[in-house]
């Protein structure tokens, strides 16, 4: 199974530019999240979603958008890219909601603004 | 509110030795907790669980201990290796009533040669 997946690995954009990490995951879980880690931070949250259709923001949502309109798809829109933004973004699955099932995290895309 | 609290951004120690890692809790509502160990350019991946019936929980190297009197989450490392430099996180199994999982800052450990 290739479990998490995300694409790209790598972008540099221009302030004002829009785009959207993909992320994808073949393991059928429910709930996926996207996180976001600045350099020498944690882990922030920025939206997840708990099945096909359903979204909520976490605790860094501005400036971003999802939508979940398939259980393995879930990805990430940024319409007017910010230095701000500038981070490596991670997304994650997990299987329903039990509390002993670990998230399963992509290796990150590691986005630019300049 | 789910809360979890790891108070030590940082721990340096000697390869061979004990590394510990703590969290804190202020919400007894949970079954279990879990670790997770992320190195740079990666993802975090999941290490080690604990049940909230029992008190400890062995894997190898590494263990888990839970005191629920005190609220308090500890992972034992014996002995580290440098292979085990990297952040940890303990975050709250899950969050709220739809999943919210917030993983906060992590410890940052480093084992020296």
């Known amino acids: 199974n290739a479990g998490v997946t995300q694409t790209p690995k790598f972008r540099i954009l221009k302030i004002g530019q829009s785009m959207t990490l993909q992320c994808a995951q073949d393991?059928?879980?429910?709930?996926m999240y996207w996180y976001r880690q600045d350099p020498g931070m944690g882990l922030k949250l920025i939206y997840y979603?708990?099945?096909?259709?359903?979204?909520d923001k976490g605790e860094v949502p501005n400036g971003y958008n999802v939508s979940r309109s398939t259980t393995e798809d879930f990805p990430l829109r940024l319409e007017l890219a910010a230095p701000s933004q500038t981070s490596v973004y991670f997304c994650?699955?997990?299987?329903?909601?039990?509390?002993?099932?670990?998230?399963?995290f992509g290796n990150g895309t590691r986005l630019t603004v300049t | 509110d789910q809360q979890v609290k790891q108070n030590s951004p940082s721990l340096s120690v000697q390869e061979g030795r004990i590394s510990i890692l703590n969290c804190d809790y202020t919400n007894s509502m949970f079954d279990y907790f879990l670790w997770y160990k992320k190195y740079p350019a990666e993802g975090p991946t999941f290490l080690i669980s604990i049940s909230s019936i029992k008190d400890k929980n062995e894997d190898g190297r590494f263990t888990v201990f839970l005191n629920k009197s005190a609220k308090h989450l500890s992972l034992h490392i014996v002995p580290s290796q440098p292979g085990d430099s990297a952040v940890y996180f303990c975050p709250p199994p899950y969050g709220g009533s739809q999943g919210n999982l917030i993983f906060g800052k992590g410890t940052k450990l480093s084992v020296k040669p």
């Open positions: 994650a699955s997990r299987q329903l909601r039990e509390e002993n099932s670990p998230l399963h």
């Open positions: 393991m059928n879980h429910n709930y």
């Open positions: 979603s708990v099945g096909a259709g359903i979204t």
